[in-house]
């Protein structure tokens, strides 16, 4: 079981070092293209599109496969598409290039988490979960700043090929470490498309999208609020990343101990209740040179104590159709991504600075705290249906 997590862990790294190290080269990327900061911008939206729709088109489609296989295939898809994204030499390629490697992420996270808490013993199933999202948390902390260090010293293109060998790592090691497994329970595309009309499903999605976008939100435009707000040289941030990273890892495996001490969807609401309080408090903290780093830590912490909990509800929610369910959860993982830093940035381009995005974020993540009460109250109204009909 170790090893098949690990193997699951690898394939993490690999994902959250290609979502995350184009931010931090964007500049080298749009002086080698010919192109403005913000067009290549467009390359990080490109690859969240990619993850929106592959995540529940690819899960489905493989429905019908051992997961241990479909795992492999998503990871040669990943590893071919990244690879050739180091060979882009034009705008329009690298954007095809960005989009075809992110269909694969959702699949991948989604069919994975699953597999996790299949092959875990009775009772560890969220320390699984979390140990496969604990490659995508390390990539933030190893991965993501020597891909940039590499990239902005030597060429852009060297990120995208480590990338790729990471790939050809997570391939072999799924292929001999993952344990033989069945094809998901329907195996008909039209079968796992029912739980699309759950209305509990949609919940949980949007639960996902509005509340993690609060940590987006904020995480969207860190960079301005260490060098602009609290007045730290731009080289700090950088560390601040690594530390944010530091947290994150940490934050990952309190989000499974909470997990496994209470529902997840009520872990969920812990876990977003604390990051709106702590979003709230930093606007009044961000200011300080030494505070900042300490919040930044901490919300880092806070934020990814959300990913295992969620991830089980969503799961728990898709009873019949795990994976695509799992998947689902990917989708609106990116369309938090893509919200937060929207809304973010409505009131600092309105003028009322940068710490203006923390309550956007705060409020976001306090909307999905209602959520989660709305969600349970569904449940306990469905379950006294079934009781009532016995």
């Not at 079981?1 to 995350?20: C, N, S, V």
């Not at 495996?253 to 009520?266: E, N, S, V």
């Not at 974020?361 to 379950?383: C, D, P, W, Y």
Request: proline share 4%; net charge positive; with cysteine.
């Amino acid at each position: 079981m170790k090893k098949a997590l690990l193997a699951l862990a690898a394939g993490g790294f690999g994902i959250g070092m290609t979502e995350f190290v184009i931010m931090g080269i964007l500049p080298e990327i749009a002086e080698a293209l010919d192109i403005t900061i913000p067009e290549a911008g467009h390359f990080i939206a490109a690859y969240a599109l990619g993850v929106v729709v592959g995540a529940p088109l690819l899960t489905a489609i493989g429905s019908k496969w051992p997961p241990n296989k479909v795992l492999v295939g998503l990871m040669i898809w990943f590893t071919v598409f990244n690879s050739l994204s180091g060979f882009a030499n034009s705008y329009w390629s690298l954007l095809m290039m960005r989009f075809l490697s992110g269909l694969p992420h959702g699949a991948f996270f989604g069919i994975g988490a699953v597999v996790a808490s299949r092959i875990a013993t009775k009772g560890k199933e969220a320390q699984a979960i979390a140990a496969m999202f604990s490659g995508l948390t390390l990539a933030n902390i190893i991965g993501v700043p020597i891909g940039t260090y590499l990239g902005q010293e030597f060429h852009w293109n060297i990120a995208f090929f480590i990338v790729g060998v990471i790939g050809l790592i997570t391939i072999l090691s799924v292929k001999l470490w993952m344990p033989a497994m069945p094809p998901s329970s329907s195996g008909s595309l039209a079968a796992d498309f029912k739980i699309f009309k759950k209305l509990e499903l949609w919940m949980v999605f949007l639960l996902t999208t509005i509340g993690t976008g609060g940590f987006f939100a904020w995480y969207s435009y860190i960079a301005p609020l260490i060098t602009e707000v609290a007045g730290h040289d731009p080289a700090v941030v950088s560390y601040a990343m690594i530390l944010a990273g530091t947290g994150m890892f940490c934050g990952n495996f309190i989000g499974a101990k909470l997990a496994q001490k209470m529902q997840p969807i009520f872990a969920v609401a812990v876990a977003l209740g604390g990051m709106a309080i702590l979003l709230a408090l930093n606007t009044y903290l961000a200011s300080s040179q030494v505070w900042v780093l300490v919040m930044t830590f901490s919300i880092g912490v806070i934020a990814f104590c959300v990913s295992t909990p969620i991830q089980m509800a969503m799961i728990n929610s898709a009873k019949g159709s795990e994976m695509l369910g799992s998947s689902l959860n990917q989708s609106a993982f990116n369309m938090g991504n893509a919200s937060g830093a929207y809304f973010a940035g409505l009131p600092i381009a309105a003028g009322f600075g940068f710490t203006s995005a923390d309550w956007v974020g705060a409020a976001m993540a306090l909307s999905g705290v209602i959520l989660t009460f709305v969600i349970v109250q569904m449940r306990k109204s469905s379950e006294k249906k079934k009781l009532a009909s016995v």
